[in-house]
């Protein structure tokens, strides 16, 4: 009989709590910081933006924080996810390792963003808010909060980053057809967008710019509050339902990997497949080496400065202790839009100060090379941002290929690739272009750091 490819688990496995990691890092991170005392916040600084039960779970101390019913029944329309062994990509490689994937795309927005915004929209429903308002980058995390918004009855409104918007038109009428109102970043509708078009009518725009522009509508209007796709805690927090089933789903194929690795841009899919795992290593239980790669067109943690930051452009929001390459900076428009953000998670930056993960950077031609070969044996088209983790998990299959070891590699495939088509005839057309990001742009970016 020939050995499974796939874990599928039933409904009753999908995780009832969701896993905080600051109960178990050796040493506390340090806290977000009010711009303008320069003080801790405390839940008042934060109420405007975001319900009180989030707010909780953004500064909780407590290990595993539980999943309410009403986010659990709507969990059920797509978890638990499979994890599938990549046996048809082994082979092609020729290698000994053993390459599993966690795939997220099968979520109504094709993505892993659903698990957060679910319960976000709940936390607000709850409330009594009457909107949302949020950014998105590459348009996954607007097509699930618009979703998400739809289940429990609040209208949502998105700032889409301008590239993105040009570039993937189809996921903006995936959520015009959820229900949410969809703006390109920057726009004119705000005083944030309208300050950056007169100065760059031609702007790409940029995750930090729709920020703002997300923020201050938020902040003018008290039926309204913002939702924030990856970075904060609380994100971070909810995304490790992925990471808790593929612990059991590793468990089911009788494994234990030796290396884990995730794509990272704010950090959400990343903490989501590996904080668990952190657990369980910082336990003593496993010892993988866990590795985050992030674009080399916007590399925070590999070439950004750990500082206080804001996380936005026009300064808006707290700031947070993150590697960052400053709120001005303005990423090239890459087409992994998910992964274009000038911060990393204040989770994860404080994670890596600690050596407890690698970070490299990829640049977008050799993605999409593994994205193609991925989408040619595995027969699942990724997105741009998974390709990151593809491309260097192939590498390191190719390691063991040439060292004979038999390693046992995890990834996480947050998502589809099918409204990034164009992306993916600009490459087999050989058109797309590495952006090469001078040391000059990054010093200029970070010459506008607040003063902490």
């Known amino acids: 009989m020939a050995e499974p490819t796939r874990v599928l688990l039933d409904e009753s496995r999908i995780p009832r709590n969701w ?21 801790p916040l405390g839940p008042d600084d934060l109420a405007p933006l975001f319900p009180m039960d989030l707010i909780s779970q953004e500064v909780s101390q407590d290990r595993f924080i539980q999943i309410p019913e009403g986010v659990l029944e709507v969990y059920r329309l797509w978890r638990p996810t499979p994890l599938i062994r ?92 959820y229900g949410a109102k969809v703006h390109a970043s920057p726009s004119p509708v705000t005083s944030a967008g309208n300050k950056i078009l007169a100065e760059f009518p031609d702007s ?139 911060g990393m998670a204040p989770l994860l930056s404080h994670m890596y100060e600690l050596g407890m993960f690698e970070a490299i950077a990829m640049g977008q031609r050799e993605c999409f090379e593994a994205g193609v070969r991925f989408a040619r044996t595995e027969g699942i088209l990724p997105a741009p941002e998974p390709t990151h983790a593809l491309a260097e998990t192939i590498a390191e299959a190719v390691r063991c290929r040439e060292s004979g070891e038999e390693k046992v590699i995890l990834t996480a495939l947050c998502g589809h690739g099918h409204f990034d088509l164009a992306a993916y005839d600009r490459y087999l057309a050989g058109e797309m272009d590495d952006f090469a990001l001078t040391q000059e742009r990054i010093d200029q970016a970070l010459a506008t750091l607040p003063k902490v």
Not at 21 to 32: E, K, M, R
Not at 127 to 138: D, M, N, S, W
Not at 290 to 310: N, S
């Open 204 to 342: 790409p725009g940029s995750l930090g710019i729709a920020i703002s522009e997300a923020v201050e509508i938020a902040g003018q209007h008290d039926d309204t509050r913002y939702a924030l796709g990856s970075v904060l805690n609380h994100v971070l927090t909810h995304q490790t339902v992925i990471g808790e089933e593929a612990i059991e789903q590793l468990a089911a194929f009788g494994e234990t990997p030796d290396v884990i690795v995730g794509c990272t841009g704010g950090g959400s899919n990343f903490a989501g497949l590996t904080f668990p795992f952190f657990r369980e290593k910082l336990a003593g239980r496993m010892n993988p080496t866990i590795r985050a790669v992030e674009p080399a067109a916007c590399p925070t943690f590999t070439r950004g400065t750990y500082a206080y930051d804001f996380g936005d452009t026009a300064g808006f929001t707290p700031l947070l202790k993150m590697h960052t390459l400053g709120h001005d900076f303005v990423p090239d428009p890459i087409h992994a839009g998910g992964l274009r953000y000038h």
């Open 86 to 177: 990549a046996r048809r990509l082994e082979k092609s490689l020729g290698t000994p390792a053993r390459i599993y994937y966690k795939y997220e795309g099968g979520s109504p927005a094709g993505s892993h963003k659903p698990n957060t915004a679910v319960p976000q929209a709940y936390y607000n429903a709850k409330q009594g808010v009457r909107r949302l308002t949020t950014e998105t980058g590459a348009g996954q995390w607007g097509s699930a909060l618009a979703f998400a918004c739809a289940q429990y009855g609040v209208e949502c409104e998105i700032w889409m980053v301008r590239a993105s918007y040009d570039q993937k038109p189809y996921r903006r009428s995936l959520m015009g057809v």
């Open 19 to 39: 896993y905080n990691i600051v109960a178990d890092l050796p040493v506390p991170p340090p806290p977000p910081l009010h711009p303008g005392t320069l003080q």
